[in-house]
């Protein structure tokens, strides 16, 4: 009987032998199969929100170079006065700018928070050094202290977002299209408006388009400044505003100067020059209406309705006449254009 016994309880311990090796053999794998899948899961989850997470500097191509410059920068400085428009709409702060140049209306003009560095010819640097800028961007008017700025702020991202219209370059029309949409695009990145960047340059395209459609392809056009109460010859292809727009648009000019120049009061062609070539079409920018400073200027306007010699000229008979916005000369914004292009389409459309 107790042999009986024993040979029951070594039966039962032998089971139990079985079933604890069984249990012990499967643990490891199925204990193998968890830690694996958590380390993956670990590792995914590390790849994601490494994928999600924002980058806190983006590269960006200027006139110089490769420059890294911090997303969303603090201390911003901008002296470019084709990003003052696109950085107000993007309600970007701006802790110094210059003032003395940009349109009385622009919301950085009245915030006495933005220190005034006033204008191009005697700008006030120091203002820029002491402000501490993360990012300070150059262009067009200021693009000749673009040196003397990285001296005084060796710690800050220094961009130069201009492009060449001049009569030196090989594609002023080019230059011009292709630098906008450049300029825009690398704001987006900078300020992490991406989706609004590609808005606005797809506003631009299509108000291009749409200019561009609008002209018949042989109306004569003369393109004039008005400064000072005197009205100055705007050479086609080359220069600010109306120049690369000869290209751009295939506009048929109705006079042609040699040894023009990019001047912003425009060339010294006479008034009865400019009526002998009678045009179909005069655009006009108004530099005086878009300097806060200016108050006593005559509007380009009667400058041009009172002028005698234009009296009989096709375009002025006619009513053919495009104004650019009055701010233009200071706030050669893409939002400008976009306006400026959708008036001409308007305009030559009907």
């Not at 961007?137 to 700025?149: A, M, N, P, S, T």
């Not at 030196?168 to 987006?188: C, I, Q, Y």
Request: glycine fraction near 6%.
């Amino acid at each position: 009987m107790k042999n009986l016994k024993l040979t029951v309880i070594i039966a039962i311990f032998a089971m139990a032998l079985v079933a604890c090796s069984a249990s012990n053999n499967s643990t490891p794998s199925n204990s193998a199969s968890s830690n694996g899948n958590g380390a993956n899961q670990t590792e995914n989850n590390g790849q994601a929100n490494a994928a999600n997470e924002a980058p806190t500097t983006v590269e960006i191509t200027d006139t110089h170079g490769t420059v890294t410059v911090p997303v969303n920068p603090k201390n911003v400085v901008a002296l470019d006065s084709r990003t003052f428009e696109t950085l107000s709409d993007w309600d970007i702060k701006l802790v110094a700018a210059p003032k003395d140049v940009m349109p009385a209306d622009s919301p950085y003009v009245s915030d006495d928070s933005v220190q005034n560095i006033g204008n191009h010819r005697e700008p006030n640097l120091e203002i820029i050094a002491a402000a501490d800028p993360e990012l300070v961007i150059v262009g067009q008017r200021f693009g000749g202290f673009y040196d003397e700025i990285k001296k005084l702020v060796p710690n800050a991202a220094v961009i130069d977002l201009n492009f060449d219209v001049s009569e030196e370059a090989a594609a002023p029309g080019e230059n011009f299209v292709n630098g906008f949409k450049d300029t825009t695009s690398t704001l987006g990145k900078i300020f992490d408006k991406n989706q609004e960047a590609e808005q606005l340059i797809a506003d631009f395209e299509k108000a291009i388009e749409d200019a561009k459609s609008a002209y018949n392809g042989t109306d004569t056009v003369m393109s004039v400044i008005v400064s000072g109460g005197n009205i100055g010859f705007s050479a086609p292809h080359s220069g600010r505003v109306w120049g690369p727009m000869y290209d751009i648009f295939g506009w048929a000019s109705a006079l042609e100067v040699n040894n023009s120049s990019s001047d912003h009061q425009g060339d010294e062609v006479s008034v009865e020059a400019i009526a002998q070539s009678n045009p179909d079409w005069i655009f006009v920018l108004d530099r005086d209406a878009s300097i806060s400073s200016t108050t006593d200027a005559v509007p380009a306007q009667d400058v041009i309705n009172n002028s005698p010699a234009l009296q009989n000229v096709t375009a002025v008979t006619e009513g053919q006449i495009v104004y650019a916005p009055n701010d233009t000369y200071t706030n050669e914004s893409i939002q400008t254009y976009i306006e400026l292009f959708g008036n001409l389409a308007n305009t030559l459309a009907k």
